[in-house]
């Protein structure tokens, strides 16, 4: 357990469907990201949410749109996903800064059919 | 815009040997590195973070070294063993973004019997 958790762990929606990922850390950390993992590509950051705060988005789709009710908690909603979006979606936590460790949680294997 | 590379791509080595796992950046201005395994299919297991003022850090059979005017860090696994097979990480904070950090596309290793 690595303090960071996923759910769903897998999920297969289809194109018209409207889902939502959830991401819960318990390290009282005060910054949050998502990150998109696709095959053979490096990891990509989507989002970072420092204090409930989002500090970056990195050009994003707006079919993804995150959503940070508390500092514990951080949401992907997802809507009208194409294929290519199928990826582990990540999340990970850090005190904040960028100057301490990340944690991330086991993901969210995502299809797109 | 920071960069990172990780070589070789994939390692094969039989249980017991020593090995070494390369990673470069092309921005030394950093504040940490940080090194991750990954499981198939699973989320990222920290391993082990150097601050920009250590040159090296130790985990078990892990050692991490850091030499930040050549852009380059080494991971140094001892003693193999098959339950090492995974892939390896590393990460740098993105250039002027404490927050981002760049992943480099990781060192798949296999560990035989």
């Known amino acids: 357990e690595t303090g960071v958790t996923q759910t769903p762990r897998h999920l297969v929606m289809g194109m018209t469907n409207k889902k939502s990922l959830k991401c819960e850390q318990h390290l009282g950390h005060n910054a949050m990201y998502w990150y998109k993992q696709s095959a053979k590509k490096p990891l990509e950051l989507m989002f970072v949410?420092?204090?409930?705060?989002?500090?970056e988005n990195n050009s994003v789709p707006s079919r993804f749109s995150p959503e940070c009710p508390n500092s514990s908690h951080l949401f992907l909603h997802l809507h009208t996903l194409q294929p290519e979006d199928s990826a582990l979606y990540l999340c990970a936590s850090s005190q904040g800064g960028g100057v301490t460790e990340a944690f991330f949680g086991q993901g969210t294997r995502l299809t797109v059919v | 815009k920071q960069e990172v590379t990780q070589i070789p791509a994939a390692l094969s080595v039989p249980e017991g040997e020593n090995l070494v796992l390369n990673c470069s950046f092309t921005d030394s201005a950093i504040y940490n590195l940080q090194w991750f395994r990954q499981d198939p299919g699973k989320g990222l297991t920290s391993l082990l973070l150097i601050q920009s003022s250590q040159r090296e850090q130790t985990s078990g059979r892990l050692n991490a070294s850091l030499d930040k005017s050549s852009g380059r860090s080494t991971l140094y696994i001892a003693a193999s063993q098959p339950g090492d097979s995974a892939t390896y990480l590393c990460?740098?904070?993105?250039?002027?973004?404490?927050?981002?950090?760049?992943f480099g596309t990781g060192t798949r290793l296999q560990v035989t019997l």
């Open positions: 949410y420092n204090f409930k705060e989002q500090t």
């Open positions: 990460a740098v904070p993105s250039t002027g973004t404490a927050s981002k950090l760049t």
